[in-house]
């Protein structure tokens, strides 16, 4: 589903190992809740000293090969690690220790009782996140919006308010939070440097839920 924004999580250890692999240096890596300084390098006896945001846990491959390299040089331009630190400002907020406000009744679809009846269905109420709308967003912004995204540090699954219209089926709605539920359920790791989105574990239990088919066919005739 090529409009979902999806974040996937590396754990301190496995970020630390490639950091090694991409700079060929001994790493020391600290993660931290740092917002004054969300990325840090110094060298040490023997290698460097890395302290580093938890949001760059969910950084995309590109954002931390700039990282690696600014590591590596201890210098340098950074618009992709910086264009990242925007489009994260809420979720270091939250860690902030700001309590997460949710929103869930839409004025067609509540997403509450839609998180909670998948929730029975398919993950045996194991999946422990909090579901809301997303920010409102202008029209204009449609074409570059996501359907849905899950947190993996905040533990937020936020959907796009443009799915609470009348002409979006239930099913299709449901599709895309049972989508970020499985990601909050399965997790995604990094192996090297190699990172899967959605691997084939994830396809196949996504084809699991019961309208995916309906889904996938209504979104390609009436997606945005």
């Given amino acids: 589903m090529e409009q979902f924004e999806l974040f996937f999580k590396h754990d301190e ?8 692999k991409e700079t060929r ?38 954002v931390l090969k700039e990282a690696a390299l600014f590591i590596k040089k201890r210098r340098g331009k950074t618009p992709l690690i ?19 406000v949710t929103r869930t009744r839409g004025e067609h679809h509540d997403l509450q009782s839609i998180f909670d009846s998948l929730n029975s269905e398919y993950f045996g109420s194991s999946v422990r996140a909090l579901i ?54 399965m997790g995604v790791g990094m192996n090297a440097s190699r990172r899967s989105i959605h691997p084939r574990e994830f396809r196949e239990r996504e084809r699991l839920y019961k309208d995916y088919l309906r889904a996938t066919v209504w979104e390609k005739a009436y997606g945005a």
């Fill in 82 to 100: 910086n264009g990242y630190i925007r489009s994260k400002r809420e979720s270091i907020k939250e860690g902030g220790g700001r309590r997460v």
């Fill in 132 to 185: 809301t709308w997303g920010a409102p967003r202008s029209r204009r912004s449609v074409r570059i919006r996501t359907l849905g995204s899950y947190g993996y540090s905040s533990g937020v699954i936020r959907i796009n308010p443009l799915l609470d219209e009348k002409r979006v089926p239930g099913y299709f709605v449901a599709y895309v939070v049972y989508h970020e539920m499985l990601h909050a359920h």
């Fill in 25 to 62: 240096f001994t790493v020391r890596l600290a993660v931290t809740e740092n917002s004054t300084r969300m990325l840090s390098v110094k060298g040490v006896k023997g290698g460097v000293s890395v302290r580093l945001h938890r949001v760059f846990l969910e950084a995309p491959s590109d």
């Fill in 13 to 20: 250890e496995t970020l630390r190992r490639w950091l090694e």
